[in-house]
């Protein structure tokens, strides 16, 4: 029975694995999320900046004591449950902003985005503000 019940976990775990995307596979992603061909450069710096690509990482506590969750580093104070139950403003786990399909942690992001722009993620205010700092995917 043991056996059995670590089999499970392992495939579950195995299915919601993390991936850390390459810049132009983040840019092909945003893309077939639906964000905004004007703002994938921004997108990309935010990313790039706040998790380093890797949709698994989970950041260390912040100054408040909340933490921040994923490819966009959404923090569990007001958007993501840190509780097996979906919650908050987004209505999700923050578990589930933490694998290699991003469909969650981006419609959470852009309701983030639509609330408060790109200044929800210091960041993007710290590097990608100014356009000369946004990163080139023209190759992309």
């Given at each position: 029975?043991?056996?059995i019940i670590v089999l499970v976990v392992v495939g579950v775990l195995?299915?919601?694995?993390?991936?850390?995307?390459?810049?132009?596979?983040?840019?092909?992603?945003?893309?077939?999320?639906?964000?905004?061909?004007?703002?994938?450069?921004?997108?990309?710096?935010?990313?790039?900046?706040?998790?380093?690509?890797?949709?698994?990482?989970?950041?260390?506590?912040?100054?408040?004591?909340?933490?921040?969750?994923?490819?966009?580093?959404?923090?569990?104070?007001?958007?993501?449950?840190?509780?097996?139950?979906?919650?908050?403003?987004?209505?999700?786990?923050?578990?589930?902003?933490?694998?290699?399909?991003?469909?969650?942690?981006?419609?959470?992001?852009?309701?983030?985005?639509?609330?408060?722009?790109?200044?929800?993620?210091?960041?993007?205010?710290?590097?990608?503000?100014?356009?000369?700092?946004?990163?080139?995917?023209?190759?992309?």
């Amino acid at each position: 029975m043991k056996t059995i019940i670590v089999l499970v976990v392992v495939g579950v775990l195995g299915l919601t694995e993390a991936k850390r995307f390459t810049r132009c596979e983040l840019v092909r992603e945003l893309r077939n999320q639906g964000f905004p061909e004007d703002q994938l450069r921004d997108w990309v710096c935010l990313v790039e900046n706040e998790s380093m690509g890797d949709s698994g990482i989970v950041g260390g506590v912040n100054s408040n004591g909340s933490r921040d969750y994923g490819l966009f580093q959404i923090n569990d104070k007001y958007w993501c449950s840190n509780t097996s139950t979906p919650g908050k403003d987004c209505n999700v786990t923050c578990d589930e902003l933490l694998t290699d399909d991003i469909t969650t942690a981006s419609n959470c992001a852009k309701k983030i985005y639509n609330r408060h722009k790109f200044m929800a993620w210091h960041g993007w205010e710290r590097n990608c503000q100014k356009s000369s700092s946004l990163p080139n995917i023209s190759s992309c």
